[in-house]
């Protein structure tokens, strides 16, 4: 468990990520996709997330309510980093920052606990939401590239 001021993240179980499906509506920053909830899917997409050794997946937590999933995937050790991946419910949980606080929590756990040096994000063009977040964590934007932007943050030493 990771515990922040607004957001908790604890490690994903099925059970959390069906509570998160359940209720999730897709952005249409990130997606045109139609979404309906379907618990074989549910179930497929949680079991190859979790056995995948080289990702780390958390549920958001706020007063014990999940409102996303955040993840740490294509963590590569010896290259030491990792790309960030951040979801969230609906539109009535962002705009709090519950999903800044969340990235934040797993930027330092990428840093601090697993001893990355790197971590890689991407967001839409169209989604600015995301794109300002990542900006303002101390991202640095690389390259647009087939309708998507691309970041990098590189771990401060001491």
Do not use: W
Request: with cysteine; proline share 1%; charged share 30%.
């Amino acid at each position: 468990m990771i515990k922040g001021k607004l957001v908790t993240l604890v490690p994903y179980t099925n059970e959390l990520c069906h509570d998160f499906y359940r209720g999730y509506v897709p952005d249409s920053q990130m997606t045109y996709d139609e979404y309906s909830y379907d618990q074989g899917i549910v179930d497929d997409y949680f079991e190859l997330k979790t056995s995948e050794s080289n990702r780390r997946i958390f549920a958001i937590l706020v007063n014990d309510k999940v409102i996303g999933e955040i993840q740490l995937k294509y963590i590569d050790y010896s290259k030491k980093h990792a790309t960030l991946s951040i979801h969230l419910k609906d539109d009535s949980v962002k705009g709090k920052g519950y999903g800044t606080e969340a990235e934040n929590l797993i930027i330092n756990y990428a840093f601090n606990a697993l001893n990355l040096d790197k971590i890689l994000a991407d967001a839409t063009f169209r989604n600015e939401r995301s794109k300002h977040i990542l900006r303002k964590l101390g991202f640095r934007h690389i390259k647009d590239e087939n309708e998507m932007s691309y970041f990098e943050l590189e771990k401060i030493e001491d």
